[in-house]
Nanobody, 126 residues
């Protein structure tokens, strides 16, 4: 049973940084894509970033490219999202996600498929 547990959310001022962590268990995750989505109040869940577990390949949403960086620690089954130059519009619940396949396929994953964490709140004040 795949389990994903996020941590690292919190309150930060605009322009600040946060690093989210996702602890993954229950699989070797070989040939998986791991990633992050976010959902703001009243909005649909949206893709943020993805990384391939078995090769070095990343993929970002245009709104975060150049500000957010996704990374992995295979030895410890961890995925990270470094968020820099945060903006109030980045405020959302951030979810860790995982699914077999390439990272671009994970980017279009629906909430009722794949594996999801419980989410961690990120609030950016202006």
């Amino acid at each position: 049973q795949v389990q994903l547990v996020e941590s690292g959310g919190g309150l930060v001022q605009a322009g600040g940084s946060l690093r989210l962590s996702c602890a993954a268990s229950g699989s070797t995750f070989e040939n998986y894509a791991m990633g992050w989505f976010r959902q703001a109040p009243g909005k649909e869940r949206e893709f943020v970033a993805a990384i391939s577990w078995s090769i070095y390949s990343t993929y970002y949403a245009g709104s975060v490219k150049g500000r957010f960086y996704i990374s992995k620690d295979i030895a410890n089954n961890m995925v990270y999202l470094q968020m820099n130059t945060l903006k109030p519009e980045d405020t959302a619940v951030y979810y860790c996600a995982a699914a077999p396949g390439p990272n671009r396929a994970l980017a279009t994953m629906k909430p009722d498929s794949g594996y999801w964490g419980q989410g961690t709140q990120v609030t950016v004040s202006s």
